[in-house]
């Protein structure tokens, strides 16, 4: 079984930054792919940042620049330090992995049960 845990929200006034974490324990031969996706009361579940195994990175258009992803393959952890945030960035954000249990088996996507950035004054 895999588990993602996420950890790092909270509330934040806007300017402000965090710093969230996820790590993914468990029976895991390799993990592709990590990333993080958020979703805000009321709207789909949209990509915020990913980052493949060999650090190659991808951004929401509206987060490039303020957001910046990297990951520890030896810890199998990745991070997402959020700077400049805005009220508009409040949502939940989930981690994601594409993770293959044993080598014989297809890699899946797993998700943790997210974290609660609040974005106010």
């Known amino acids: 079984q895999v588990q993602l845990v996420e950890s790092g929200g909270g509330l934040v006034q806007p300017g402000g930054s965090l710093r969230l974490s996820c790590a993914a324990s468990?029976?895991?031969?390799?993990?592709?792919?990590m990333g993080w996706y958020r979703q805000a009361p009321g709207k789909q579940r949209d990509m915020v940042a990913t980052?493949?195994?060999?650090?190659?990175?991808n951004y929401a258009d509206s987060m490039r620049g303020r957001f910046t992803i990297s990951r520890d393959n030896a810890k199998n952890t990745v991070y997402l330090q959020m700077n400049s945030l805005e009220p508009e960035d409040t949502a939940v954000y989930l981690c994601?992995?594409?993770?293959?249990?044993?080598?014989?088996?297809?890699?899946?996507?797993?998700w943790g049960q997210g974290t609660q950035v609040t974005v106010s004054s």
């Open positions: 994601y992995g594409n993770i293959r249990s044993r080598m014989w088996i297809k890699a899946l996507d797993y």
């Open positions: 468990g029976s895991i031969f390799s993990i592709n792919a």
């Open positions: 980052i493949t195994s060999d650090g190659s990175t």
